[in-house]
């Protein structure tokens, strides 16, 4: 297995080495999510690009348009794809604490092997802004850990 995670806990090791790529989600002309295409793209990611992780489920996979059943499925076709190759991580970010909770425990399940999460607006307080307040951010990153 290729990784870009350090060997070592030490705090002047990086926590990721490497190139991981944030993929996109395929979709069928039917405007269905093609499973099968986008785990074909990971596939070659890794085997005709090289590339050292693979990024599930973030924004660029446009996965604010995606429901959790979706995120789901695809992201246990891209683990399955990738085949340990090279670590995949899932992106867990929504805007329900709950929903993110979900998608990091089936993260987890599925064999991924880190998540990316920005914070759920409900996770505490927000300012005039939308942004959470401290304790909102603190609260939210110490369920999804």
Do not use: C, W
């Not at 596939?43 to 005709?48: C, I, S």
């Not at 999460?117 to 307040?133: I, M, V």
Request: charged share 20%.
């Amino acid at each position: 297995m290729r990784t870009p995670f350090a060997s070592s806990t030490s705090s002047s090791e990086p926590p990721f080495r490497g190139v991981g790529v944030p993929l996109i989600t395929i979709r069928s002309d039917d405007g269905r999510v093609d499973y099968v295409a986008t785990a074909a793209l990971a596939r070659h990611m890794v085997e005709v690009e090289h590339v050292d992780a693979i990024i599930t489920g973030g924004t660029s996979g446009e996965s604010f348009a995606l429901s959790v059943a979706e995120r789901k499925a695809l992201l246990e076709e891209v683990v399955k794809s990738v085949d340990g190759v090279v670590p995949v991580i899932a992106g867990v970010g929504t805007v329900t604490l709950e929903d993110s909770l979900e998608l990091t425990r089936h993260a987890v399940a599925a064999g991924a092997s880190a998540v990316l999460s920005g914070p759920a607006q409900d996770a505490g307080e927000q300012d005039r802004y939308g942004q959470l307040d401290d304790a909102g951010l603190v609260n939210h990153f110490t369920q999804v850990i």
